[in-house]
């Protein structure tokens, strides 16, 4: 049985999102060691983004369940992100590389940060 692209998509983006917490996580720490003025105000930023992300995962979950999608494993590398899972009983396999995970990551917190992202 054939996946859809929006199958692909929620799988997709329910790998992704534990990293942009990961990244926001690490963020919070490094500006928490800064000298920054706008230190509480930024990390309390970064917070309330972790929440939206978190409340997106959530979503993702029930998405999932209609969809009759499951994760079986999620594999990080330094180069590649595995991700194992099944839709209604097939099994299918997905390996995107680190960089374009990163990259795509990077626009969903854009869109979360309400940041318009344009190529120069």
């Known amino acids: ?24 996580e690490e963020d919070k720490k490094r500006i928490g ?8 105000e930024l990390r309390f930023y970064l917070s309330a983004l972790q929440d ?8 993702l979950k029930k998405a999932l369940k209609e969809h009759d999608i499951k994760i079986i494993e999620q594999k990080r590398t330094e180069d590649n992100l595995f991700i194992s899972y099944s839709i209604r009983g097939y099994q299918y396999k997905m390996n995107p590389l680190m960089s374009k995970v990163r990259t795509d990551g990077m626009l969903i917190l854009a869109q979360q940060m309400n940041v318009i992202v344009e190529e120069e």
């Open 1 to 24: 049985m054939k996946q859809s692209a929006e199958e692909l998509e929620l799988v997709k983006k329910y790998a992704e999102m534990p990293l942009l917490l990961d990244v926001i």
């Open 33 to 40: 060691e800064s000298s920054a003025i706008l230190k509480r």
């Open 52 to 59: 939206r992300v978190t409340a997106d995962i959530y979503e």
